[in-house]
């Protein structure tokens, strides 16, 4: 043994490269916490989906207004199942992977411990505020300003604690899911800071800084980029671990993954225009939103075929292992959702699927299949190995899976045949030149197919619930290994650069160069798109005749966001026949100039409102205050809820100065000292309104917040047709 | 709309470096030792199966 041992210190020619071997623990109770986290919140959010996919076809039984209202319930459920459940779904992988990808336990316990409760707490905030029609009404950003300040503290700790363990780690190498993960953490930040920039009013209340236009364009950056990085990278990174663990394979190709994630990263960022074309965002914009858009599909697609391919050899395992099914159907989705999203950034095609339930189907390909699927696979792999159990039910998985795929299916298929229709109908001219449907014929027209998708959406969810009880009861009859022994050598001496070593291994090492190489890559991205916008005044016409908002209006409008309206109704008239026919001249930039925030909207499952004050659009006062109480009383097989408690809800005056006051500090030309007359002048204009309802005999006080709304709907569009003339600015 | 100029040229500049990059780093043989570390992953340094106090 002496002998054997001194023959072979002998042959090795330099010093051992590698430390002490260390013993170490990972920290199983955070991933347990964070699996505990996705299971419950995963069926919570999927149920909220499947409550508002049946408001829209149960309208009058389900719309309990004002707290389950469809346009306060529906982004409760994006926001629970992006943030609730993939939130806590990247988190629980990631303490999984990382530490094990590092060989190191986290750098802290306690602000693993802040990150977990702080984001539940977070995750709660918004299941309380969002019913209660507290929201920014941008999308995916939907949070009131303290809330967005939580959000921040929670996302720098997940990261600090992220870093300190990058640095103590006892792997050199950064596996390719880690670069993922350092993305992931780096542009959410910059995003979310961005994209949540404004003005509180209250404690409540806020107004974002951008207007019109450049509120929309950073909207839809930051939209864009959230279903990129907080829906995408991370689960790469996921997929990157997890499937080749699953499997017990390398991943197909590492030389892959690595061009992948940086082509990924530097193109995503400026795909954020395709949510706004034939919008009123200058072109070069769109254009540029377009092209980077479509060369996403090139990066996107060789993370596919790596994940697809790391089975290569290995499919009979796919047969018989219900995780890999789980983690098949995922990755085909994630192709799938991949090559549609740079089809349908193109104008053609986006000209027809753009505010049509198209656009819906498309995200839950890429929600239910990509995030949804992977996240169960990932669940059944990790539960019994942290629990040192084994999976309670085999069957139950199998059935899951099914249930699941077919759920899916039902899903999306319903809803892309009926955005299809919806368009075409949509679209739709008689011989004699005249829109062939109204607009209500193609809501009505929707209706079973709704329902169709709503009975997917309850297969999925079945599928879901299916997994708890499977997953609790693995974990009963488990027993927790919280602190899961290891050992590694430490990582020793300084790294020294090697003749012909590519200069990419040395970033791979070294994360301080890699965050700041990451950061500028995005930052590049965003700041080309973004800053011309703001600079050149050219791009934003200024029309002379808009004017800002009335006292009233802007309390009417930001009920008109309270109540979530942007949901169903756009306010966006694209320049094609079809609706400018319906709807009338197609909408300008310089419109919007003092809409803080921007209602474009981006789905009509009700008609464009950016009009609905001129022409032929025009209603009375009465006609809205009947169709405010009773939808259905005046257009018969309307989907929207009755919004009568604004009947008798008094508005709250008590604001307007704080409101005005803030939107002068953003620009808006009210006189100075306004804030303090602006309620008289709210009075008297609540007054007219009430007047002219009680002379078409309907009693209401002027107090009333649907004075309010009636009064900012009977606004709308009316700027433009009042003088035509369009002003470039010098 | 000189912006749209600058853009396209910024663009086309950026997308052509991140082709030349490629093209270079393929051509050396640059990525051809990038693949020990996807195998290296799938080996486990767990030690025990028990739960252990990290004290």
């Known amino acids: 043994m002496q002998l054997e041992q001194s023959t072979l210190t002998t042959h090795v020619a330099e010093p051992p490269v590698t430390g002490k071997r260390e013993t170490f623990f990972y920290d199983n109770a955070i991933v347990s916490n964070f699996a505990i986290a996705t299971i419950i919140w995963g069926v919570v959010g999927m149920l909220g989906g499947l409550y508002v996919a049946f408001e829209l076809v149960f309208p009058k039984v389900l719309n309990v207004g004002p707290w389950f209202n469809f346009g306060r319930l529906r982004p409760l459920h994006t926001n629970a199942v992006i943030f609730a459940f993939v939130g806590n779904g990247i988190f629980m992988g990631y303490y999984y992977s990382i ?7 986290m750098w802290s316990d306690k602000l693993s411990k802040i990150h977990f409760w702080g984001w539940q707490a977070i995750i709660v905030a918004a299941a309380i505020t969002l019913p209660l029609g507290i929201t920014t009404s941008k999308e995916y950003a939907e949070l009131e300003w303290p809330i967005d300040i939580a959000i921040t503290v929670i996302w720098v700790i997940f990261g600090w604690n992220m870093f300190a363990t990058i640095l103590k780690r006892r792997e050199r190498h950064l596996y390719v899911a880690v670069w993922f993960y350092i993305a992931t953490f780096i542009t959410v930040a910059v995003l979310h800071v961005v994209n949540s920039i404004e003005i509180p009013v209250s404690f409540f209340k806020s107004y974002p800084v951008y207007a019109g236009v450049q509120d929309a364009l950073v909207q839809w950056w930051y939209g864009h980029n959230a279903v990129a990085f907080f829906l995408t990278t991370p689960y790469l990174g996921l997929m990157y671990y997890f499937m080749p663990k699953a499997a017990n394979r390398p991943v197909y190709s590492y030389k892959l993954s690595i061009i992948h994630f940086w082509a990924l990263i530097f193109l995503y960022i400026w795909a954020g225009p395709h949510h706004l074309l034939y919008t009123a965002l200058p ?58 999203g740079p089809m349908l950034s193109l104008k053609t095609i986006n000209a027809v699927s753009h505010f049509t339930d198209w656009t819906i189907a498309h995200v839950h390909v890429g929600g239910l299949g990509w995030n949804g699927m992977l996240t169960f696979g990932i669940l059944y792999w990790l539960i019994p190995r942290i629990f040192k159990t084994e999976l309670y039910s085999k069957k139950l998985a199998n059935f899951h899976f099914w249930i699941a795929t077919l759920g899916i299916l039902f899903w999306v298929i319903p809803m892309y045949w009926a955005g299809f229709m919806q368009s075409f109908m949509w679209k739709q001219f008689t011989p004699s030149g005249q829109l062939k449907y109204q607009f209500l014929e193609t809501v009505t027209f929707m209706k079973p197919f709704y329902a169709v998708r709503g009975f997917g959406g309850l297969l999925f969810v079945t599928g879901a619930i299916v997994m708890m009880y499977n997953l609790f009861k693995t974990i009963a009859k488990g027993k927790i290994v919280a602190n899961e022994q290891a050992e590694a050598p430490a990582l020793v001496g300084a790294y020294t650069r090697h003749k012909g070593e590519h200069w990419h291994r040395w970033i791979e090492r070294k994360p301080t160069p890699l965050f700041i190489a990451t950061l500028i890559v995005i930052l590049i991205g965003g700041a080309v798109e973004m800053i011309p916008t703001f600079m050149i005044k050219s791009n934003v016409p200024t029309i002379a005749s808009v004017k800002p908002y009335t006292p009233l209006e802007l309390q009417g409008r930001d009920i008109y966001v309270r109540e979530g309206c942007y949901l169903c109704h756009s306010q966006m008239v694209r320049p094609f026949r079809s609706e400018t026919e319906r709807y009338g001249e197609y909408s300008k930039a310089g419109e919007f100039i003092y809409d803080h925030p921007f209602q474009w909207g981006s ?41 009568s408690f604004l009947i008798d809800d008094v508005l709250d005056t008590t604001t307007t100065a704080a409101k005005i006051r803030a939107m002068q500090k953003l620009g808006v030309p009210y006189p100075a000292g306004y804030d303090k007359t602006a309620n008289q002048d709210l009075v008297k204009q609540a007054d007219g309104i009430a007047v002219d309802l009680k002379a078409n005999g309907i009693k209401v006080k002027s107090d009333k917040e649907i004075i309010a709304v009636i009064a900012y709907l009977q606004r709308l569009g009316t700027d433009v047709t009042k003088n035509k003339v369009v002003v470039e600015n010098k | 709309m000189s912006v749209l100029i600058v853009l396209v040229i910024v663009s086309v500049i950026v997308a052509g470096c991140f082709l030349a990059a490629f093209i270079w780093s393929v051509r050396k043989g640059q990525y051809d030792d990038d693949y020990a570390p996807s195998v290296r992953i799938l080996f486990d340094d767990t030690v025990s199966t028990e739960d252990k106090n990290p004290n």
């Open chain 1, 99 to 105: 530490q094990r990808l590092l060989k190191s336990r």
């Open chain 1, 283 to 340: 072109n070069w914009a769109q254009s540029l939103g377009i092209v980077f858009s479509f060369m996403l599909i090139f990066p996107s697609w060789g993370g596919m075929i790596n994940g697809l391919l790391t089975l290569r050899g290995a499919w009979d395992k796919v047969r018989d292992d219900v995780i890999l099914k789980f983690m098949v159907v995922a990755v085909t989705a994630y192709g799938m959702a991949t090559f549609e």
């Open chain 1, 603 to 643: 789905k009509r499952t009700g008609p464009d409102l950016a009009r609905e004050g001129t022409g032929n659009l025009k209603k009375s006062n009465a006609w809205h205050f009947n169709h405010l109480d009773d939808p259905q009383s005046i257009s018969t097989g309307s989907v929207m809820p009755a919004y």
